[in-house]
Nanobody, 127 residues
Framework: VQLVESGGGTVQAGGSLRLSCAASGFTFDDYAMGWFRQAPGKEREGVSCISNRHGDTYYAASVKGRFTISSDSAKDTVYLQMNSLKPEDTGLYYC?????????????????????RGQGTLVTVSS
C-alpha cells in the first residue's frame, strides 16, 4: 500500500497550491481519503476528506470556502486545491485513508480509524 503526496511548496499569502495523493495497493472506492495537517505546537487537524464511493465531502471550518477536494477513480488520486492561502495554513500536510463511506476520522478529532497515511508534503505560506 502506498499514498504518495505531491504539490507542496512555498507560496505567498493569497496564493494557491494543489496537492495530489496517488493511492495504490487497495480498492480506492472502498475508502474515504483526505488530508490532515500538522503545524508545530498545534494539534493535528483534519483539513478535508472525500468519500470515494459517494463523493460526500468534509471541510474543516478553517478552510471552508477556500479549499476544494476532489477524487479521480480512474487515476486512484485525490486532489486538494488550496486557494487564498493564509500563513496559518502552514504545516505538514499528509494524505490518509480510512476504509469507510464517510470521513469519520476527519470530522471527529477523538476518533482515529485511519488505515493508511503518506509521508506528508510541506506547505509554507509567507506573509
Amino acid at each position: 500500500v502506498q499514498l504518495v503526496e505531491s504539490g507542496g511548496g512555498t507560496v505567498q499569502a493569497g496564493g494557491s497550491l494543489r496537492l495530489s495523493c496517488a493511492a495504490s495497493g487497495f480498492t480506492f472506492d472502498d475508502y474515504a481519503m483526505g488530508w490532515f495537517r500538522q503545524a508545530p505546537g498545534k494539534e493535528r487537524e483534519g483539513v478535508s476528506c472525500i468519500s470515494n464511493r459517494h463523493g460526500d465531502t468534509y471541510y474543516a471550518a478553517s478552510v471552508k470556502g477556500r479549499f476544494t477536494i476532489s477524487s479521480d477513480s480512474a487515476k486512484d488520486t485525490v486532489y486538494l486545491q488550496m486557494n487564498s492561502l493564509k500563513p496559518e495554513d502552514t504545516g505538514l500536510y499528509y494524505c490518509a485513508a480510512e476504509r469507510a463511506t464517510w470521513c469519520w476520522s476527519w470530522a471527529n478529532p477523538s476518533y482515529n480509524a485511519l488505515d493508511y497515511r503518506g509521508q506528508g508534503t510541506l506547505v509554507t505560506v509567507s506573509s
